[in-house]
């Protein structure tokens, strides 16, 4: 048996195979036992690893049911490369059709923004404009967009969903009463003290927002909306840092 | 320039502010490289610091040295520039695979010691070598099962690996006796047949205890302090080999940063103790 085949029949018994050919102890009644410790470790460390990158998903099911969930997930959706914070991207999508959590429809939009701040957290850095060069764009909106931060995205859901992960930071006590059932989206940046706050945002900040993300000039992206949103929005975007530069149109 | 033949430690984020405001005297600190890969953010401001201070150790977990495949070539790209980014003292990997097809099973796992599989660890270890341009390390794995088709023994694939492709040893403690301990060996045995002038940095970590009718099964799990025996296999080590960059590993249920930092200390007087009675 080549090394190839070697570690493909070990990694069949991973997740549920007999273990592979030529695995022996000096007592051969242990090598089940024994294999098992390779076998807890991959499901133990990539489980710790998704509830690392979704604490709010975990506490929102419970331990037991994420390790059940996670061990369903890792085996469909499995890390592609030891970059763990890469990996998760699939796992809304995973938990919207993943049939024992189908009661807790607001999950997969939590698990979205939290994937989003795992994103922030690591996105690349940028310096932010001075208010001047900010003030100066202002006086000519046709012509100026903004870039924002490459930590900053929006997360929109027809759910509560900042209320929800606000409500299921630690030392929060559970219990709460809260509607669920209410669309919220959310602003996630990382500011210039190295956190990553969740944001939430009206209507028509968020119109705002996505038009900026999008690169429209600030007069269309503050067309539509009343002054009020942008007048909220600017200054925050300003003051947590996350407007690294301006760009001239046209 | 080499890691400093002194104690060391394992970095973790949340002792970030008790390193810096008490710069604590240790001879280098060691990262898991995989967890500064991300494009910004916090790890790389710290790292940037504590590089100011520190010599760093940078260990790799992900390149499945002992895996049929190639390494990931993303991945050595990704070492390369961290390595001329922060320019550690010294880079080390393990003596396992961690990939298959493709997909991360971020363990490290076993592998039979064979001619094939010498061969296919030689070849793997001259690449990481010459596309990250340094010397790198290879740690021994703690195991929990042996294989029927292995034809050598750790130790001699060990010492062929080094000599054939020049790289250094990173002599786990720990490891050494958790896998002879499992293997129902005698880890001084094991000391007895490991070329030390190769080593260049110990790891020493704790390990859990379950029980199997046939004895003990000890799990490399770093969630606790180093154990006496293998103290005692590391004052056997020192007195053999003189003071060596000796890493105290503590990744799972960390304690907070004074309990550690004895834990280096106590490295520390078994090198001191060896140098006195030279």
Known sequence: MDHATFTTAFRAALFGGPPPPGAFANDPDEVERRFAVYRNNVAHSLTRALACRFPVVERLVGGDFFAATARVYLQEDPPA????????????????????????AYLPDVARLEWQRGQAYHAADAGP????????????????????????????????????????????????????????TALVLRDRADQVP???????????????????????ATAGTEGSAAMRLLPLLMRVGAITGIAEQG | MPLPRAPGLGFKSEHFDAIRTTRPALGFLEVHAENYMGAG?????????????????????????????RPDQGHLRRLRDLISRYEPASFSEHLAWSSHGGDYLNDLLPLPYTPETLQIVCDHVD???????????????????????????????????????GCGLLLDVNNVFVSCTNHRTDPVDWLASIPLHHVGEVHLGGHAREDLPSGPLLIDDHGCPV?????????RVIAQAGPLPTLIEWDNDVPDFPTLLAEAER??????????AV
């Open chain 1, 81 to 104: 490369s030891p970059r763990l914070s890469q990996w998760g991207q699939g796992f809304a999508a995973f938990l919207e059709r993943f049939e024992p959590a189908a009661a807790l």
């Open chain 2, 41 to 69: 953010g916090p790890p790389h401001r710290q790292l940037a610091t504590l590089r100011q201070d520190y010599a760093l150790s940078l260990h790799g977990v992900g390149l499945s040295i002992g895996g049929p495949d």
């Open chain 1, 129 to 184: 404009v001075s208010a001047e060069a900010l003030m100066q764009a202002a006086a000519d909106p046709g012509r100026h967009a903004l870039r924002l931060h490459p930590s900053v995205a929006m997360v929109r859901s027809r759910f509560a969903v900042v209320s929800i992960w606000e409500a299921n930071q630690p030392g929060q006590r559970p219990g709460g009463h809260l509607r669920a059932n209410r669309a919220e």
């Open chain 1, 198 to 220: 969740v944001i939430a945002l009206t209507e028509e900040e968020a119109l705002c927002a996505d038009a900026l993300l999008r690169g429209a000039t600030l007069l269309a």
């Open chain 2, 127 to 165: 690449e990481v070598q010459s596309t990250l341009g340094c010397r790198m390390l290879l740690e021994n794995p703690s195991t929990y099962l042996l294989f029927a088709q292995s034809t050598l023994p750790e130790t001699t694939f060990l010492a062929e690996v080094a000599g054939r492709t």
């Open chain 2, 227 to 235: 154990a006496d025996p293998v103290w005692q296999l590391y004052a």
């Open chain 2, 267 to 276: 490295a520390a007087r078994v090198m001191a103790q060896a140098a006195e």
